[in-house]
């Protein structure tokens, strides 16, 4: 079965330094990649989209990868500040299934001072 | 202002009571969907619709019903709910019904609690 899977174990990190997470996925083609950014009790908050045929994306601080051999992407964010604590979602889009999004459980990125 | 809206953002009711949450978006999307959120399960999609009429199950449609009979409005049905559907339940929307134009606006949620 398709499985999207995120590191669930919150990463710590200290202001300044570069978080990367990962998003890893099996038995699934997707054309799109998207990361979101989720706070408490609100709704997600769209950040990035990187193609399938697209290795990287930049956005100011954000950089996402994309590897479709590894079936695997990797967000990072660097110069990290407090205010981007968060919980960082991945969501995926097959080729065959347009608009049928599935979603990783999210990695919690605490950023101290 | 550009927004999802979702009513109620807080329900609590008892197994059996049928209920709607509405959807509504200004942005003139053409689609719209529907997830809930569970602690350690992420976000599932439950219905998804790429225009107006034209509605697709999820991965977790069981129990929920769905219209779309304007662009504007995605109601999100519960005929029967059962305390397995306590859960948070978010609404969003997109320019088109592919990741390929970018980001899913999504609604505030609803956090529904069933007896």
């Known amino acids: 079965s398709q499985k999207i899977e995120q590191n669930s174990e919150a990463l710590n990190i200290q202001e300044g330094k570069t978080a990367t997470l990962t998003c890893n996925y099996t038995?699934?083609?997707?054309?799109?990649l998207q990361w979101y950014r989720q706070d408490p009790g609100r709704g997600p908050v769209f950040l990035l989209l990187i193609r399938e045929n697209e290795k990287e994306k930049r956005k100011e601080r954000l950089k996402v990868t994309f590897d479709t051999t590894l079936k695997q992407s990797l967000f990072h964010i660097t110069a990290s500040q407090p205010a981007d604590s968060a919980t960082y979602l991945c969501a995926l889009e097959p080729t065959d299934s347009w608009g049928k999004f599935q979603f990783g459980a999210g990695t919690q990125v605490v950023v101290t001072p | 202002e550009a927004q999802v809206t979702q009513n109620p953002r807080y329900l609590i009711t008892v197994t059996g009571k049928k209920l709607t949450v509405t959807c509504s978006q200004n942005m003139n999307h053409e689609y719209m969907s529907w997830y809930r959120q569970d602690p350690g399960l992420g976000l599932r999609q439950i219905y998804y619709s790429m225009n107006v009429e034209v509605t697709d199950k999820g991965d977790v449609p069981e129990g929920y019903k769905v219209s779309r009979k304007e662009k504007r409005n995605f109601p999100l049905i519960l005929e029967s709910p059962s305390p397995n559907q306590t859960s948070l339940y978010f609404c969003?929307?997109?320019?088109?019904?592919?990741?390929?134009?970018?980001?899913?606006?999504f609604g505030p949620g609803t956090r529904l609690t069933v007896l």
């Open positions: 038995n699934y083609s997707p054309a799109y």
């Open positions: 969003a929307s997109s320019l088109e019904g592919s990741g390929r134009l970018g980001e899913q606006f």
